[in-house]
């Protein structure tokens, strides 16, 4: 197996970028990425519904995920 461009982002529900966690080269197998609940300017977020959302070789996949403070 090879690795590619792995992309993950968090979106708010009414798609606007909220974080981009991940967009770079990665190895393939399993990985782990944590949110810390802030945007991309380091500002904590409300408590509520995010998409979070997968691109790499071609997959797209999208996950809801609720934040709770």
């Given amino acids: ?10 979106y708010d529900v009414s798609g606007r970028l909220v974080r981009t966690l991940v967009n770079q080269y ?3 197998g399993i990985r782990e990425v944590v949110w810390d ?3 991309d ?13 997968l691109r790499t070789g071609g997959v797209v996949e999208t996950r ?5 403070r």
């Fill in 1 to 10: 197996q090879k690795g590619g461009i792995a992309e993950v982002t968090v």
């Fill in 26 to 28: 990665v190895p393939a």
């Fill in 37 to 39: 609940g802030r945007n």
């Fill in 41 to 53: 300017s380091g500002v904590r977020v409300a408590s509520g519904l995010y998409l979070c959302r």
């Fill in 64 to 68: 809801k995920m609720i934040l709770l």
